[in-house]
């Protein structure tokens, strides 16, 4: 009886969730959840399906070896340090492709790099390591993480895609400098920081 309140809580949660489509789908972080809201939005005929399906076929890994791959790109790009070697270039701009980020919407495109930008985020946020100091020994201010989360988006978001310029590298700035400028209080003016600085 447990199991079944629950499968019937998860059906009018999906019920509420779908009232707000397509916002609901960017507000998961969680793939299955993504991927029940799509599947529910499809049955009904919504807007938008099939753009937001491509894109996240090629975003996700489902079944036992589940993965992100946008969030691997992400981590690459990431590691890849400010000065890249032709060889890295190439390597990303190889990555990139097999994402087919050039047979998506732009529009649609744009909301799951978002997306990807707000899951980088709270996982940063919630990592003990990525917001602390000293290895481990003391915590950043909210202030000092939030200026470590808006460089980090610009090295991802500016830096490395303007040495590699992947395709559609541009919607992908666009996408994390809206992140940076949206969600933070300073934002704006940690993006212009970083700018003057190159």
């Known amino acids: 009886m447990e199991l079944k309140r629950k499968q019937e809580n998860n059906t009018l949660d999906l019920e509420e969730k779908m009232a707000d489509w397509p916002a ?59 000065r890249l070697a032709e060889r890295d270039k190439r390597e990303l701009q190889k990555q990139a492709d097999a994402l087919g980020f050039g047979e998506c919407s732009e529009e649609l495109l744009c909301r799951e790099f978002y997306h990807t930008a707000l899951v980088f985020i709270h996982l940063s946020s919630a990592d003990k390591q990525y917001g602390s100091f000293l290895y481990g020994t003391g915590r950043l201010s909210d202030k000092r993480l939030s200026y470590k989360l808006c460089r980090d988006l610009f090295r991802i978001g500016y830096t490395v895609p303007e ?29 212009h920081e970083q700018l003057a600085e190159i």
């Open 24 to 82: 609901c789908i960017y507000a998961e972080s969680n793939a299955d959840i993504r991927f029940a809201l799509l599947e529910e939005a499809e049955r009904q005929g919504l807007a938008e399906t099939a753009g937001i399906r491509q894109i996240m076929e090629k975003r996700y890994v489902r079944g036992r070896n589940a993965a992100d791959r946008f969030i691997m790109f992400w981590m690459q790009c990431s590691m890849a340090g400010d």
């Open 163 to 191: 040495a590699v310029r992947f395709t559609r590298y541009e919607i992908w700035e666009k996408a994390l400098k809206d992140v940076c400028f949206e969600y933070f209080t300073d934002g704006e003016e940690y993006w």
